[in-house]
């Protein structure tokens, strides 16, 4: 049974950081790319960043490259979104996702976890 999980949300200041993992099982998680997204009350789904399958190559969001940054753990199939320098508009539910192969559309992706809050205070 595939799961991702995902966790580190809250709530946090402008400015402040978050650190957001996502726990994956049942499947080859060194085989496949991951990828963040996230999508705000209104909004539709939006990429923020992805990894290859063995962290070698990293797609960043225009919104987010220099404040974010993706890595993983193959030996602990876990994903990491460090967040750095927050904004209000980074407020939103986080997604980790699982695809094949690395891309930026969220229709690439075969399998999602349920979501993380992250809800950044002006």
């Known amino acids: 049974q595939v799961q991702l999980v995902e966790s580190g949300g809250g709530l946090v200041q402008a400015g402040g950081s978050l650190r957001l993992a996502c726990a994956a099982s049942g499947f080859t998680f060194s085989s496949y790319a991951m990828g963040w997204f996230r999508q705000a009350p209104g909004k539709e789904r939006q990429f923020v960043a992805a990894?290859?399958?063995?962290?070698?190559?990293?797609h960043y969001a225009d919104s987010v490259q220099g404040r974010f940054a993706i890595s993983r753990d193959n030996a602990k199939n876990t994903v990491y979104l460090q967040m750095n320098s927050l904004k209000p508009e980074d407020t939103a539910v986080y997604h980790c996702?699982?695809?094949?192969?690395?891309?930026?559309?969220?229709?690439?992706?075969?399998?999602w976890g349920p979501g993380t809050q992250v809800t950044v205070s002006s």
């Open positions: 996702a699982a695809s094949l192969i690395l891309g930026v559309g969220d229709s690439g992706y075969d399998y």
């Open positions: 990894i290859s399958w063995n962290g070698g190559s990293a």
